[in-house]
T-cell receptor
Framework: AQSVTQLGSHVSVSEGALVLLRCNYS??????LFWYVQYPNQGLQLLLK??????LVKGINGFEAEFKKSETSFHLTKPSAHMSDAAEYFC????????????FGKGTMLLVSP | DAGVIQSPRHEVTEMGQEVTLRCKPI?????LFWYRQTMMRGLELLIY????????DSGMPEDRFSAKMPNASFSTLKIQPSEPRDSAVYFC????????????FGQGTRLTVV
């Protein structure tokens, strides 16, 4: 069984501030971890993924995430928020165990103020 | 490739009517997923196919929902009869394989049942 918990349904930051979106996972086997972004009235788009190579993963639009096995975490960060980053962000977990599918967290809405 | 294509983008129907949502996956992808997104429940996996065969439909809410994949380039999700609580955004996604490869999402179909 696998699950994802995203802390905070809404996160507000000012433009130029650090973005930190939290994700903790639960998996009985080594996980694959993903962050997706959803802009209004759009589908989900992959930001980055961890697939057991480097623990620090860089994605598009300046985002990165670090896999920490000891903390079962995969938090998403960006050093400086931009207005265009305002969207909903989803953390997801999968594995290579049989027919494993993506399990999504509830999502975190990122609000960026000028 | 044009990505995952869903139609229609918006559907408004009366309670009791049959609704059919359509999806064209990315060519070459052998997994296809149907998700439902609501404010209350987030993203839920309804059913997924591998090589046109339904693998897991445990997420289908009830017998009013059915999905088919007659060939590698087309899938439908049907609701008959529709109810107001079926109102949601329905996403189709496809991927090469499970586990470490990401799923690519369509733009979604926003269904409103009145």
């Amino acid at each position: 069984a696998q699950s994802v918990t995203q802390l905070g349904s809404h996160v507000s930051v000012s433009e130029g501030a650090l973005v930190l979106l939290r994700c903790n996972y639960s998996s009985s086997v080594p996980p694959y971890l993903f962050w997706y972004v959803q802009y209004p009235n759009q589908g989900l788009q992959l930001l980055l993924k961890y697939t057991s190579a480097a623990t620090l993963v860089k994605g598009i639009n300046g985002f990165e995430a670090e896999f920490k096995k000891s903390e079962t975490s995969f938090h998403l960060t960006k050093p400086s928020a931009h207005m265009s980053d305002a969207a909903e962000y989803f953390c997801a977990v999968s594995s290579n165990s049989g027919y494993s599918t993506l399990t999504f967290g509830k999502g975190t809405m990122l609000l960026v103020s000028p | 490739d044009a990505g995952v294509i869903q139609s229609p983008r918006h559907e408004v129907t009366e309670m009791g009517q049959e609704v059919t949502l359509r999806c064209k996956p990315i060519s070459g992808h052998d997994y296809l997923f149907w998700y439902r997104q609501t404010m209350m429940r987030g993203l839920e996996l309804l059913i997924y196919f591998n090589n046109n065969v339904p693998i897991d439909d445990s997420g289908m809410p009830e017998d009013r929902f059915s999905a088919k994949m007659p060939n590698a380039s087309f899938s439908t999700l049907k609701i008959q009869p529709s109810e107001p609580r079926d109102s949601a955004v329905y996403f189709c996604a496809s991927s090469f394989q499970q586990g470490w490869t990401e799923a690519f999402f369509g733009q979604g179909t926003r269904l409103t049942v009145v």
